[in-house]
């Protein structure tokens, strides 16, 4: 059925740029889900490479994906793509994916609509994640906090859910305003705010896979995302347990941002694996 008007239960929004060699990965992990009522949305955020054409053939082949074609490059502006995926998603629920990431769990979508159809109360679930470098060769795993009352301890200290592994409500993220205009860590003010509308859960489960390697422009940027994930923990310092111990915390990353990026780089891996066993 392609009428724009039919009921979907799952809204992917997947942004992506200059990514050809690695999008369809993702796509395909989409593909490969067993629950099939769902909608892709892709974001080309102005690819200069052979990305619009591989979104073509896809959406081609099959109508559960839309495209949004930025005319202008936003980035780092990632909420306006994401908020544009948002408003026209038709999804009871939403689901995450990025270009370069991919779901190794056939299952992801089936389990997460199960849990949140089962839970009224709950407004996101999310999962664990393995971390992959540019050959698909494990680098670390990690899974966080499971129960509500446990996730919003730590919810200030980092992020309490991986972007990709979600999955939410859309009416929820639409009555906080979706996505705010943060540079940086979009995802971690979403879920700050969606803890107001429900509870929160993280399955203990891996079902996605992180890459992290070059492509990534995280290391450029770690100095203005340390000051926006401390400004945005402030805002709601009264809504979350612990927040000058963990403002204190986030000044340590500030600290740490401004290294010269190779040490930086080396040491990433080591103290985020130390950071998520924490």
């Known amino acids: 059925m392609s009428d724009n008007k039919r009921n979907i239960s799952v809204s992917i929004i997947l942004p992506t740029y200059n990514r050809a060699g690695l999008l369809p990965r993702a796509i395909d992990s989409v593909m490969r889900q067993s629950y099939k009522d769902w909608e892709l949305i892709i974001v080309d955020d102005a690819s200069t490479d052979e990305t619009p054409e591989i979104i073509k053939k896809w959406a081609e082949t099959d109508y559960r994906i839309t495209v949004i074609t930025n005319v202008v490059n936003q980035y780092p502006d990632l909420p306006k793509n994401l908020n544009k995926g948002l408003a026209i998603a038709k999804g009871k629920y939403i689901a995450r994916l990025d270009d370069d990431d991919y779901w190794i769990d056939s299952q992801k979508l089936e389990k997460q609509v199960d849990f949140l159809e089962k839970n009224k109360e709950y407004v996101i ?13 494990e680098l670390y795993r990690y899974l966080k906090n499971r129960e509500d009352v446990d996730i919003r301890k730590k919810a200030l200290f980092a992020n309490p859910f991986s972007h990709t592994t979600v999955l939410f409500r859309a009416d929820a993220a639409r009555l906080v305003g979706g996505y705010s205009n943060w540079d940086f860590a979009e995802d971690w003010d979403l879920w700050l705010k969606l803890g107001r509308k429900g509870k929160f859960y993280n399955v203990p489960e891996y079902s996605t896979a992180y890459l992290s390697a070059g492509q990534n422009n995280s290391y450029k940027y770690q100095r203005r995302q340390a000051q926006t994930i401390l400004k945005f ?13 963990a403002f204190m915390l986030n000044v340590g990353q500030l600290i740490f941002s401004l290294f010269p990026e190779g040490i930086r780089r080396n040491l990433h891996n080591f103290l985020s694996s130390i950071k998520r066993k924490i």
């Open 233 to 245: 923990i402030t805002v709601h310092r009264k809504e979350y347990p612990y927040f000058y111990f």
């Open 125 to 137: 679930v999310g999962t664990g994640m393995i971390v992959i470098d540019e050959k698909g060769e």
